[in-house]
């Protein structure tokens, strides 16, 4: 018997209100008597003497039968005035809550109270503050990272806006007017490609000398790198007409920012009334000088009078198809020059390319090992063609790379874009814009990402409190529980399993 006493009652807290109904400490109904003295605690509660511990076991936590044993032991001292002679006591806070643990005690339903919010505590509040503390640190961890994530692609947004701007060779603090600014420099850019294009005299020349040595070639050969290199960046009216203009009216445009474009309209006049469609008022006829009515003295036998018979033979000036200005004038695209010209320049381009590859075989051929075959294929060449060594046709390829350079460069490309389209500009500029529009708006997410994770820093803060408070009153009820038990079975140790919180 002695060991049987020292045996400890192992319960599984899952499985504790169970066991004690089984074991008929608890009545399986015992929660319709919870609900009247539940009843009686509420009403108790509204009148209750000045004390701090009672305070402090009444706020925010669950009364039960342990913290009504210890209101009535603090009520024996805040209420012994009111003791008869007999011992009781006649205040009636006193006899409210003796009547309430009275209650408790009947068929043990405090037992079953107490084990059913151990079984809550363990099972559902421990379990669901946890998740939520959780839940906090997790969401400041994630709120964090994504805060970098949008800084760092904020960032990147910008420096992507800066080094665009930089392409386009601008601050970036205007675009539009930064872009229009640039074509101030394209003349005297090209006009210096122009200039340039005088040493390619001896690559044209060497040029059509192969051409028309192997290929007997008769046509023209790189007709705009010949024009350009005795000429110069000419007008491009110079370059169809042969002749230099007298007088060179360039096109103007204007500097009309992106933002002004969307609001342009079409003003058609007013077509409010049937006169101003028709352009006359019925008071302002127009006389055309024809009569519609037949006039004996006039008509000569029938004949119409078609206005005054004085009037001379009417002179029809035949214009010539393409020519819609005086000559000598040079208006429109023919007062580009022929760099500025789309057309021109790509010709350009495109000869100057084909006088690179030209260059370039050369320089392979000359280097590789003498060909017996070609050797006396050119025994009959020019003396030009005979003449040039390995070395000096690198460095003629060397100077027509230099002057094609400049206009391939991307910065010349979007000059040359700007110069064709006005509405470049403005598609330019839209894009950057949308860039620094999304970069806002990425700082935005990450400020709103910062007051996240302080929402949760603050819950988090909030919820370890009740957490801890939680535990320690699991804690003591666990041991109140076991305590109570083990009375009923002659102390033997009583171990409550599965609390974990």
């Known amino acids: 018997m002695d060991d049987i006493q020292k045996l400890p009652i192992d319960i599984q807290t899952s499985k504790l209100l169970d066991w004690l109904v089984d074991r008929r400490h608890c009545n399986l109904k015992w ?6 003295i539940r009843e009686k605690i509420n009403v108790a509660m509204q009148d209750m003497p000045e004390s701090e511990e009672i305070k402090q076991l009444l706020s925010g936590s669950y009364i039960h039968y342990f913290h009504c044993l210890r209101i009535v032991e603090i009520l024996k001292g805040t209420e012994a005035s009111s003791k008869n002679i007999f011992g009781r006591y006649s205040s009636q806070r006193m006899k409210d809550w003796q009547e309430i643990v009275s209650l408790y005690e009947a068929e043990n339903i405090y037992l079953a109270e107490v084990a059913s919010l151990l079984s809550r505590n363990v099972n559902y509040e421990g379990p669901a503050m946890r998740k939520q503390l959780a839940k906090a640190k997790l969401l400041q961890q994630e709120m964090s990272r994504r805060e970098v994530e949008c800084q760092r692609s904020s960032a990147d947004l910008r420096e992507r806006y800066y ?6 060779g601008i601050k970036g603090d205007n675009v539009p007017r930064e872009l229009q600014g640039l074509l101030k420099d394209l003349p005297d850019v090209l006009d210096k490609v122009g200039q340039d294009a005088a040493m390619l005299e001896d690559k044209i020349q060497l040029y059509t000398s192969f051409t028309n040595f192997v290929c007997e070639w008769s046509e023209p050969v790189l007709p705009m790198c010949t024009f350009i290199q005795s000429r110069g960046n000419a007008t491009f009216y110079e370059w169809r007409t042969g002749t230099a ?6 096109p103007h445009v204007e500097d009309t920012p992106p933002e002004a474009l969307a609001e342009d309209a079409i003003d058609w006049g007013d077509f409010g009334t049937e006169e101003a469609k028709c352009g006359v008022t019925m008071e302002d006829e127009i006389d055309w000088g024809i009569s519609l009515q037949p006039n004996s003295e006039q ?4 004949d119409n009078d078609w206005g005054d018979a004085d009037v001379g033979p009417v002179g ?3 214009v010539q198809a393409g020519t819609d200005c005086p000559e000598g004038v040079a208006r429109g695209q023919d007062a580009l020059s022929i760099l500025e010209n789309a057309q021109s320049r790509g010709q350009f381009i495109d000869e100057l390319m084909e006088l690179e590859a030209f260059l370039s075989q050369r320089v392979a051929e000359m280097g590789q090992e003498s060909d017996v075959v070609a050797m006396s294929q050119f025994q009959s060449a020019p003396a030009i063609i005979q003449g040039q ?4 046709l690198h460095r003629m390829l060397t100077q027509v790379c230099h002057l094609l350079e400049p206009l391939t460069t991307l910065r010349m490309q979007h000059l040359f874009m700007i110069l064709a389209s006005p509405r470049y500009v403005e598609r330019v500029a839209e894009m950057l814009r949308q ?6 708006v990425l700082e935005l997410k990450a400020a709103s990402m910062v007051e996240r994770r302080q929402e949760a820093l603050e819950e988090q803060s909030r919820l ?3 957490v801890d408070l939680l535990a320690a009153r699991t804690l003591e009820l666990k041991k109140l529980i076991e305590g109570d038990i083990s009375k009923r079975y002659n102390n033997r140790p009583v171990n409550l399993m599965g609390v974990n919180i």
């Open 31 to 36: 929660q319709n008597d919870v609900k009247v």
């Open 163 to 168: 080094a665009t701007c930089k392409q386009y």
């Open 245 to 250: 203009p007298t007088v060179v009216e360039r």
């Open 299 to 302: 008509d000569g036998g029938g």
């Open 316 to 318: 029809i000036e035949v």
């Open 389 to 392: 060594s390995s070395e000096h």
């Open 435 to 440: 860039k620094m529009k999304q970069a806002d």
């Open 464 to 466: 370890e409190p009740r």
